[in-house]
């Protein structure tokens, strides 16, 4: 999702994990306007996909603050809305203790890039990483494009893993009605 400060690394099974997101993408931005011109753009469009969907709203207000003309920006989210939905296996919100310890391990030294959602959601932050806490918090124009189904929501969020790998990605070919 293009977000997360944390000054430590986190080792996990012998390997050292950075969750540097926010400041990564804060100095490809830099380097656009340092070298591009980027502030002076007449046409931008901000695009993710499934995660990259959801750091497009995270991202709009801090890409709109950067340019001369903000209405230059739209924001396009593709299939960035996962299914906070209790898991039909184990009767729990599946997706919401995920996003919630992610938050927790990954942004100790700042919140999400969406400030109007950090304070509409204040102790419980974690909640913008939902594209449809954080949409009423998005600035300008955002256009949501959204297949039936993410593959990566139905094993995150239901706890079914029945997807295979076909010729194009994923596909329900192994799920049946169980």
């Not at 002076?40 to 991202?59: D, F, H, Q, R």
């Not at 992610?102 to 942004?107: E, V």
Request: net charge positive; charged share 20%; proline share 2%.
């Amino acid at each position: 999702m293009h977000q997360g400060a944390n000054e430590e690394s986190i080792k996990y099974k012998d390997t050292e994990l950075f969750f540097r997101g926010a400041y990564n993408t804060r100095s490809h931005f830099k380097y656009l306007l340092d070298t591009k011109n980027f502030r002076n753009a007449e046409k931008v469009v901000l695009t993710g996909g499934s995660a990259g969907g959801i750091s497009t709203g995270l991202w709009n207000n801090y890409v709109r603050s950067l340019l001369a003309n903000p209405n230059a920006l739209v924001a396009i989210s593709d299939s960035g809305v996962f299914m906070n939905v209790v898991s039909p296996k184990s009767g729990v919100f599946y997706l919401d203790i995920l996003l919630k310890s992610l938050y927790k391990l990954s942004n100790t030294h700042e919140k999400t890039p969406n400030d109007y959602c950090n304070r509409a959601k204040e102790g419980e932050e974690y909640k913008c990483l939902f594209l449809e806490t954080l949409f009423g918090s998005v600035e300008g124009r955002m256009m949501i494009i959204h297949s039936q189904y993410d593959s990566a929501g139905i094993p995150l969020a239901l706890g079914i893993n029945c997807l295979k790998n076909g010729i194009s990605g994923s596909t329900l070919s192994g799920c049946n009605s169980s």
